[in-house]
Each structure stands twice: as structure tokens, then as C-alpha cells.
């Protein structure tokens, strides 16, 4: 890999993270395309950090709010148990079928494909149901909502459904609005993927004394700056347009990799 490669991969990363598109499903693309080769997944473990970050960077005036608000004012202390309990399935999840999933769904090409495409579908349908909106932002959400939205989170541990996706799906049918549930699946992004980054760090042999870590700071970087670029526009999007041109991006791509597979074109 050279530091171009590392670059455009830390920008697929970044750029796909926070839409609901699902990030894995592009590395997977982008990798493939490139050559690229991962051993020990060092590579892709160090540039989530670099989206982690551009979250709580862009974020850190409401993230210093709560956290100066949590010792006095019940309404943060109720966000801080509404992240908790969003949380809580997908460690579940993860403690017991974290082995299943990295072994043997993300090895597979027909399944990021068929998440996709299903997710695509899905996501159609809500936005069509128009569905009645009672959650305005996301620290107004009520622990029991948050926890629904958690276990639309889990489902996410599938390579192709997206996390932003299931979140921001699960929220949506959990009555908050486009931006709420959005927003809230951000927040909840960064314990979440803090915590997938942690596990993957433990159990990384090389530790941080990579051979290669010039090209991971390059991708790194490159995925924070994607990240911090691509959040804003976002929710100014759906906010006019919604989600359905996302949907039918998954369905449109979900179908092409299909084809590929089909074809023999060299995905899996």
C-alpha cells in the first residue's frame, strides 16, 4: 500500500461512516479495487478512530455541556442513560457473536450485498410511511426509545446493513424526526465505535508499533478530514430530501455487487 491508497481508503471510510451507506461495504469495494491487503486489520482498526474523533470534535460544545450539565440537571443525566441503553445491545451482541460475524459473515462479498440491498428496501418504506414524529432532537429521546434504536444498532453488527443506517432507521420508527435521528445516532456512534475500536486494539498483536504506520496516520487523517467534511451537508440533506436517494443508492450498489458476484467479477 502507498500513501495514496491510504489516503482514498481513509476518505471512503470517513466520507461513508456517518451516512447510512454502510462503510464496510465501500472498504470492501475500495479494497478489492486497490490490491489492498489488511493483515491483522491494523489499517482499518486505526482510521475508525479518525471518524470517532471528528464527531466529538465537531460536537464538543454540546458533548462539554452535558458532561458540565450531568451532576445537576436531570434532562442530561436522562441523555447520558438514553446513550447507555442504545449501547447496551450491541455489546450483548458482541461479547457473544463477535467471533461468528468477523470469521464468517465479513469474508462475504453476497452478504455486504444482500444487506444493502435489503437495507435500501427498508429504509424506502419507512420514509413513505410518514411516520408521526413526537422526539424534535436527540437529548430529548426517552431511554425506552433509545434502547429500541440500540437493537436496530445490533443488527448492524451484519457487514453491509449500516450502523448509521439501522440507527437513524430505528430512531425514525422510534418517532424522531430526521435530524433527532440522525444526531442521535452520531452520539451514539462514538461509545459504540470507541468500544469496537477498543476490543480490536486488545486483540490487535502488533500494537501500535505497526511497520506500516506512516500510511495509517495518512489514512487516519484523511478519514477524520472526510468525517468533519461530510457531517453537516449531511443533516442539511435529509432535513430537505430525506433518505430515500440513500436508499436507492443501496439498492442500486447492493444490486451491482450482486451482479458482480454473479459474473465472477472478482468481489469475493
Do not use: K
Not at 456512534?189 to 469496537?196: E, G, K, L
Not at 501500535?208 to 495509517?216: C, K, N, Q, T, V
Request: aromatic content about 10%; proline content about 4%; some cysteine.
Amino acid at each position: 500500500m502507498n500513501y495514496v491508497h491510504a489516503a482514498l481508503l481513509g476518505a471512503v471510510q470517513g466520507l461513508t461512516e456517518f451516512l447510512p451507506v454502510s462503510s464496510t461495504a465501500h472498504l470492501l469495494v475500495a479494497e478489492r479495487l486497490l490490491g489492498f491487503e489488511d493483515p491483522g486489520g491494523a489499517f482499518t482498526i486505526m482510521i475508525q478512530l479518525g471518524s470517532i474523533l471528528a464527531i466529538v470534535w465537531l460536537y464538543r460544545a454540546r458533548f462539554a455541556s452535558l458532561v458540565r450539565a450531568f451532576p445537576h440537571d436531570a434532562a442530561a443525566r436522562r441523555f447520558a442513560a438514553a446513550i447507555g441503553a442504545g449501547l447496551l445491545p450491541v455489546l450483548v451482541l458482541g461479547a457473544f457473536g463477535r467471533g461468528y460475524v468477523t470469521s464468517v459473515l465479513y469474508g462475504s462479498a453476497a452478504t455486504v450485498a444482500m444487506a444493502l440491498t435489503l437495507g435500501g428496501a427498508l429504509m424506502l418504506v419507512v420514509e413513505r410511511r410518514h411516520l408521526r414524529t413526537t422526539v424534535l432532537t436527540a437529548e430529548a429521546a426517552p431511554v425506552g426509545r433509545a434502547l429500541g434504536v440500540g437493537f436496530c444498532q445490533a443488527l448492524a453488527v451484519v457487514p453491509g446493513v449500516s450502523r448509521s443506517g439501522a440507527t437513524i432507521i430505528g430512531g425514525m420508527l422510534m418517532g424522531m424526526d430526521r435530524t433527532a435521528a440522525a444526531e442521535f445516532s452520531f452520539f451514539l456512534a462514538v461509545p459504540t465505535m470507541a468500544a469496537a475500536f477498543g476490543y480490536d486494539l486488545l486483540r490487535w498483536e502488533g500494537g501500535l508499533a505497526s511497520p506500516r504506520a506512516a500510511e495509517i496516520a495518512v489514512g487516519f487523517v484523511s478519514a477524520f478530514l472526510a468525517s468533519l467534511a461530510v457531517v453537516g451537508p449531511f443533516l442539511r440533506f435529509v432535513s430537505r430530501a430525506g433518505f430515500a436517494p440513500f436508499a436507492w443508492y443501496r439498492i442500486v450498489g447492493g444490486g451491482l455487487m450482486l451482479l458482480a458476484l454473479w459474473n465472477g467479477w472478482g468481489l469475493d
